[in-house]
């Protein structure tokens, strides 16, 4: 994965209403208030772009995906899915996907804007 698509993915996390980043487990999240949502993994890996998010509207389209699988440790039942992105990804569907996710964890008032 190209460190490119990593940095402008993780960008446009940051760059939402109130969005931070965290480092919980080791791994780096991006929080609205004190919800998670978007799981990007360990600090110091090797495997490409990885990254956990929450869907509603498009879980079915990313399930469709082979690289796609449901989140691990209960979180799937909550809609997480986890994406283990090829090197092709378009970032606009990431992007896309993380959006879905920081609306559906995002208090209201920031959700709607």
């Known amino acids: 994965m190209t460190s490119s698509l990593s940095d402008e993915v993780r960008a446009h996390a940051a760059g939402l209403p109130e969005a931070w980043e965290d480092h919980p487990w080791g791994e780096t999240v991006y929080k609205v208030g004190k919800k998670v949502f978007v799981f990007f993994g360990m600090l110091e890996s090797?495997?490409?772009?990885s990254l956990t998010v929450k869907l509603r509207d498009s879980h079915d389209e990313?399930?469709?995906f082979d690289w796609v699988e449901p989140a691990r440790y209960g979180l799937d039942r909550g809609g997480w899915v986890t994406c283990l992105a090829?090197?092709?990804?378009?970032?606009?569907?990431?992007t896309g996907w993380i959006d879905e996710s920081y609306r559906l964890v995002a208090p209201r008032r920031l959700a709607s804007g």
């Not at 090797?46 to 772009?49: F, I, Q, S």
């Not at 090829?86 to 990431?94: E, F, G, L, N, T």
Request: glycine letters at 6%.
């Open 46 to 49: 090797d495997t490409g772009l």
């Open 62 to 64: 990313a399930m469709a």
């Open 86 to 94: 090829p090197d092709d990804m378009p970032a606009d569907m990431i």
